[in-house]
Structure formats: C-alpha cells, structure tokens
C-alpha cells in the first residue's frame, strides 16, 4: 500500500512561514489558555449537574413497577431520501406492558433516556411511569439512564484536572532552576 501526501499549497506554505515569525506565547497567554480550558470542563461538569437534576425530578415523577417488553422499533437517521449518507444513526423505542398500582393493564412507549438495544421482546425491566399519563414510562436502569451524565462529569472532571496540573506545570516553568 502505497502513501501519498498532498504538498501544502504556496497559500499554506506562507501563513506557516508567517506563523514561524511569532514569538512563543508568554507564560500568561499559555495559563490563560489553560483556564480556558478548565471553564469547558466546568461547563460540561455543570451541563452534569443539569442533566442529572433534570433525570432525577423526572424519575421522580414516576412509580416504579416491572415492565414487559412488548414491541422494539426503531427509526435510522442519515438517509435522505431512502438513500444513505453515511452519517448511520439508530434510534430505538421499546414498547411495555405493565400493571399499575390499581390493577390495571397498560401498554405505554418509552421516553427519556434509556432507550437501549439491550433490550429484546418478552424482557422483563424495571420501568416507571407517570401517574397522570401511563402512556409514558421510562426505562429505570442504572447505565441506560446515567451514561451522558457520566460521561459529562467524566471528561469534564478531567478538562479541569488537566488545566489544574497544566497551570501549575507552566508556573514551575518560569521558576528560576539552580
């Protein structure tokens, strides 16, 4: 196999030339830059926060009985058309049928987060719905209803390490060594 680079534009070549020309940033322009980074990753810890109220007061909402998976459908995005375009995305909606606290039988879609392919016809999950409205349940799995809230926190908490440990590294930098 047999790798072939493009050779930079004369346009590219220049503004690289012009680029070369600049002095480095100053210490402050690199911490500052560095903090720039630890308030997105406070954002998307805070964006963590956020979304895992909102799961919370919604969940709260519900009362918790098992569900039976009932029906799976699914809707693929990144067709235009009936034609594919590559960018392939699936979503999925389970169907449940489930028992109420007063007896009564419903089928109700899932809504909300947690609406996974783990699931198959005839499982048994633990769901949640809504007094007011038993056409809406929502799935209560650990994983399934906390993954973006992890992964918020996880990447947040980790911009924020990182621009912490990075400001103090640029700091010692410009500490005089003997």
Do not use: C
């Given at each position: 196999m047999v790798i072939r680079y493009r050779r930079p534009s004369e346009s590219v070549r220049k503004s690289a030339e012009k680029?070369?020309?600049?002095p480095p940033p100053s210490i402050e322009q690199r911490i500052q830059a560095t903090r720039?980074?630890?308030?997105?990753?406070?954002?998307?810890?805070?964006g963590f926060l956020l979304t895992i109220g909102y799961?919370?007061?919604?969940?709260?909402?519900?009362?918790?009985?098992?569900?039976?998976?009932?029906s799976i459908s699914s809707d693929v995005s990144?067709?235009?058309?009936?034609?594919?375009?590559g960018s392939r995305l699936t979503s999925y909606w389970h169907k449940f049928?489930?028992?109420?606290?007063?007896?009564?039988?419903?089928?109700?879609?899932s809504v909300g987060d947690g609406r996974d392919t783990a699931f198959q016809v005839g499982d048994v999950v633990s769901i949640g719905?809504?007094?007011?409205?038993?056409?809406?349940?929502?799935?209560?799995?650990?994983?399934?209803l906390w993954k973006l809230q992890l992964l918020l926190s996880g990447l947040g908490l980790a911009l924020i390490a990182f621009s912490i440990w990075s400001i103090k590294e640029i700091r010692n930098?410009?500490?005089p060594t003997d």
């Open positions: 680029l070369d020309d600049l720039v980074m630890g308030y997105v990753g406070g954002a998307l810890f805070a799961s919370v007061f919604e969940n709260s909402k519900t009362i918790p009985v098992d569900g039976t998976v009932v990144g067709t235009h058309n009936g034609t594919y375009d049928r489930f028992t109420d606290r007063d007896g009564v039988e419903h089928i109700a879609d719905y809504y007094p007011d409205d038993a056409t809406k349940v929502r799935v209560r799995s650990w994983f399934g930098e410009e500490q």
